[in-house]
């Protein structure tokens, strides 16, 4: 049998993200662990087969140029009641890996990274390890050729065709034509699972939660503080009393820099990185003007990453607050928050992580960040829209003050004096979001069910491939190019207007953001007002990226918006 490509598997089972820390460990210890987790990942590749993970495609074996393929098997269902995941004819399928035994250190980059990311090890910790993995493909923002397994879609990942069928909207067309969405770092699509959730409630369980004897405020009551208990599952947190219920990331950072605000001093200081989303600066600008609190930004650097030894500079006696984002929603840098965390809690500052573009991607584990705060929205992980949770520390919730008053956050009122009830319900005043609540849990359910390790190594996938088509197109700049990033890219091409590259977009098809996307500091860096910005998630194909080149190499060739030409839609 011929070697079998490195990346037409994963290791399985994946380590549990859960492990213990290796935070006291010391840089070479830690380093010889990772090498020998490495080892071992290489080794589960080399000897994975059909069927090593749950509901995954077996892997492509390499064939010779002017071989066929051989028929794939169909592969077990991952979802209860989903019917076998259909495997792609050969007729469909992409071009075939074809092995080079010369080139293997540089196909395990992107295996790397992953791992990296999921296990929680910054790569800067292990040099011997991850300095290796930066300067091999899954970081080549310059490479000008596709990378050689872009038949992905087929081994060893996620079925997307599968997956799709989970999505109603992903059926529809727009302008006559199939509907290709882009634009998910602006919000995801829905599952039927979510929606059949809201459907259920109101149809069977609406009711007001907590205040009543009969049996629909029960069976409310209970399904809303399940979702509570599913979202502390999600995020590795203690207890599902560390969860309090809010609107979105944004109402999450503004509950956050309330109840911190009465703590600040004048001259203390809240450090903010410089690619921060709108929603996590204005709230702190706004507490800064009440307290006399100052902020400092800590920079980025032109990949888009945070300078850290310029952060490490700005953290002092004064530092009280350091927040930041776990990925950005404009140039898709994940951001070293377990490092940076750290470095912060030397000081003794409190510190929130916005995962508005992070819980989607890949696995989170509060406990491991080590932050006191962590925020997220629901519409950015295939919930409803007007849901969020704020993670909050035991510790946090005891010593601060609610901030919002009413109903549902009281023990007892008198006109003299009020006490306020035990967290969270201390944070929730009045009649919560119950529905999107329970939409919430049942989105994370299905994510969880799917596998968020899983959905890591398929989206790391699509990026590569995204970002090697990209970069192709002469005359198109591609912004951010972090060696760790989500699947956001930011582009622009000189002499075109971004809104009408969107519009241009949207006529084949395709949605994408183009503007500032909420956050004009981080695009001001790179001298820009605007970008396109087109973002993925695991429902996405390779076709609809080739799809979205073709249309934007047609549009740069001729110089202007109108008339695209004749580029073919994937379906």
């Not at 037409?8 to 990772?34: C, E, F, G, M, Y």
């Not at 030397?346 to 006191?372: K, N």
Request: proline share 10%; net charge negative; with cysteine.
């Amino acid at each position: 049998m011929p070697p079998m490509d490195p990346l037409s598997t994963v290791p399985s089972p994946l380590p549990s993200p859960a492990a213990p820390s290796l935070h006291d460990a010391s840089p070479d210890v830690v380093s010889r662990i990772a090498e020998r987790f490495m080892q071992e990942a290489v080794s589960a590749v080399a000897d994975a087969g059909a069927g090593s993970l749950p509901g995954m495609r077996p892997p492509v074996m390499p064939v010779g140029p002017t071989s066929v393929p051989p028929a794939l098997p169909t592969a077990p269902a991952e979802l209860p009641g989903m019917p076998p995941l259909p495997t792609m004819p050969v007729a469909e399928m992409p071009a075939p890996v074809v092995a080079s035994p010369a080139a293997p250190q540089s196909d395990l980059s992107g295996l790397r990274a992953f791992v990296s990311r999921i296990r929680g090890v910054e790569h800067r910790q292990l040099p011997s390890v991850f300095d290796r993995a930066a300067t091999g493909p899954a970081f080549g923002m310059g490479r000008q050729s596709p990378p050689a397994h872009t038949g992905f879609a087929a081994p060893g990942f996620l079925d997307a065709d599968a997956v799709r069928r989970d999505f109603p909207i992903l059926q529809e067309r727009v302008h006559g034509k199939p509907l290709i969405w882009l634009d998910n770092a602006a919000t995801t699509q829905k599952p039927q699972a979510v929606i059949d959730a809201l459907s259920h409630f109101y149809a069977h369980d609406n009711s007001n939660i907590h205040r009543a004897a009969h049996a629909l405020a029960a069976r409310a009551s209970d399904a809303y503080e399940q979702a509570r208990r599913t979202v502390a599952d999600f995020l590795g947190a203690n207890s599902p009393d560390e969860i309090i219920f809010v609107r979105g990331c944004t109402e999450g950072v503004n509950l956050v820099a309330n109840i911190l605000a009465p703590s600040l001093q004048r001259g203390d200081e809240i450090v903010l990185p410089e690619l921060e989303h709108h929603a996590n600066i204005v709230p702190w600008q706004m507490v800064a003007e009440r307290t006399g609190a100052v902020i400092r930004v800590a920079p980025i650097d032109d990949r888009g990453e945070v300078i850290l030894e310029a952060y490490e500079r700005l953290l002092g006696p004064r530092t009280k607050i350091v927040s930041m984002s776990h990925a950005s929603n404009s140039l898709g840098t994940i951001l070293p928050v377990e490092l940076m965390t750290g470095m912060a809690k030397a000081h003794g500052a409190r510190v929130l992580v916005d995962g508005a573009q992070s819980v989607s991607h890949f696995p989170v584990d509060v406990r491991r960040i080590g932050c006191d705060f962590y925020v997220f929205s629901g519409h950015k992980i295939f919930g409803p829209t007007g849901i969020g949770a704020v993670f909050a520390t035991a510790d946090a919730q005891r010593t601060l003050p609610p901030w919002q008053g009413g109903g549902n956050m009281i023990r007892d009122v008198t006109f003299a004096h009020t006490t306020y009830s035990d967290p969270p319900a201390k944070f929730e005043a009045g009649t919560p979001n119950i529905a999107d609540a329970i939409g919430l849990g049942a989105a994370l359910d299905y994510v969880t069910r799917l596998g968020r390790e899983r959905i890591a190594v398929h989206e790391h996938a699509l990026l590569e491939h995204a970002t090697s088509r990209l970069a192709a197109i002469d005359g198109l700049r591609l912004v951010g190019t972090a060696r760790e990033k989500v699947g956001v890219l930011s582009f622009v091409v000189p002499g075109l207007d971004p809104i009408e590259i969107g519009k241009a977009l949207d006529r084949e098809g395709i949605a994408v953001r183009a503007g500032h996307h909420c956050a004009q500091p981080s695009l001001r860096h790179f001298g820009l007002e605007a970008t396109v910005r087109p973002s993925l998630a695991f429902y996405n194909t390779a076709a609809e990226i080739d799809f979205l080149a073709e249309v934007l190499q047609s549009l740069v060739r001729r110089g202007s918006a109108p008339g695209l030409g004749r580029a073919v839609s994937p379906r």
